[in-house]
């Protein structure tokens, strides 16, 4: 119950224990076709270029900046946690310029501050924010986001990472450009893969880039020999076989869930785990606005030694959470409901032990 | 029995199958430590850094080539086939100036010629090839590649995605300063991870250069910080853990076959294979003296419709091999015998189902 890898259910990792098939073989291939799709199901898109980067979500990350963002560029990018920090670090080592707008780590990034910005510079060619942010556990207003993105005519990339398969991403209906997520979170597919999607207008930016694309692994470009057209299928890298079969897997369970059933799961879980620690005398760090369900970051009880609280529910209680990270680190945990592991037994389990090591 | 991803024991998907841990649990920190023991072991090295790029050995070469690389540095590239092309791609994206050393495909890379290049340009930051050529089935000197790049005070950059556990790789015996790998051809593990290794010289060169590495994710000096010194990890990207396992599992069963049994074992099935194919008339594509065991490149007989015999092979004897690549494509076929799927039962099989569909 970290912020991720998340538990895996024993179905995904039975499907990823299924012998390794040719990166090429028609059967395979029929298997990305099936990815594809359910990815699009999960991101509400229609976009054609919808597929898993060979790689974990900060390569997914970098696979949206590096086909999008070319020398001299102005990025807006939202920091309000790690990850907008990590998104400037890529946009820089890009060539692009980074505009920072900054708010609080455990606020949401001031739509205001965002429209001032962009009029300020009008040859912003990207917005760049994330939805989840999993060092604080905050949403962003995604939707207004994009609009803010569209009416200031520039490309909207969203980090979907920890918010995928938890609340509510609407690719099509925000409009979104480009966005990239994780397999370890709210899918619970085993960490390795990252699904991304470029709308029309990004393949189109991608398609008439000036420069190349600077890492050769993640150029769209060529990937798209691999993972677009079925029939066309052409050697790129070689495809994480069994990752794949793993995120098939956990998509079709997220299908077969639906969508708003998994996000409700969520928000109940949340309820209930805040109930549990609220009596506990436990505060939470994030408003309820803006709240994640699926990442709870609560303020380490006065007196309670981090670490040792931390070993103590992993040792005896066989509990993982997480440590704050950055400006949070040693003031609050993150307590993950994430995807498989989001059940009323773990929040129990959760809620007991944590009131026994903080006694 | 194509040219990878190879056979995946059942003892390694299964160690695959286990739950996932977090990235950051101290028991999971131990496996790390033994997989870079492993890795040490594989490559015959005592270079501190050894470890897994989380991504396939595409991003290994990448791995190397962006840390290594600063715009304007000149590598001499050998090329004999597509990996060496890509190689070229790799650099020319870093903003290195690459210089070609190229050889026909099917052959050697000349000393000769690598030497009169190194000569010709004193100030070659890198001396780069493939050991084990998997578009042709070449074996390249890599001794005598990295004894020139010595000579000439530059550093060598090795892809031994095909080659580790195969035939032999001593990095510390030859002085390779940069390798990488993938961990689904001669080393039988499911294919997403690459194996890198850096010597201290290149190491220091990393630490040394002026421009920040173009790539986030693969930044060796940030992933030091993850998989570096034990005690000290801290997060960068969330490591694919249950890959990790199947890796550790993998290069145990290495371990304790023996390095040098199972380049015997690689040679054996070779030796196994070219009687099997000889007798049935079909000629070898790569001269007997520089000929890698783990992948065989056969000429198609004539009047064999190519995609016709491979597609019987797959659907009538379950039996895949690989096409012909760029140059070759629709000349050969290339035949992996490598790691688990390197045993007499494939062999003999191999040989019969290809006796039936090119009559």
Redesign the interface.
Known sequence: M?P?????SPRV??A?????L??L??VFIDLMDEIKGLLQYALQTKNALTMPV??????G??ACFVNLVEPGDKVVVCINGIFGQ?MV??V???GGQAIKVEDPWGQQTSLQKVKDTLKAHPDTKLLAFVHAETSTGVRNDAASLCALARQYKCLSVVDAVTSLGGIEVDVDGWGVDAIYS?S?KCLSC???LSPVSFSPAAVAVIQQRKT??????LDMNLIVGYWGESGKRA?????????LY?LHESLLMLREEGLENAWQRHQRGHEKLYNGLDALGIEFAVAKEFRLPQLNSVFIPEGVDDAKARRLL?ESFNL?IGAG?GELAGKVWRIGLMGHACKDRNIDHCVASVAKVIR
Do not use: I, K
């Open positions: 970290g991720g890898p998340s538990d895996v990792l039975n990823m224990a299924r012998p390794t040719g990166h073989d028609p060979s790689a974990p979500g900060s390569a990350m970098e990590r670090e890529n820089t080592r890009c994780g370890q085993v960490p390795g190349p694309v600077q890492s050769w692994f050697y790129h890298h070689t495809a994480p076989v069994n990752s793993a992993l993982e990270l």
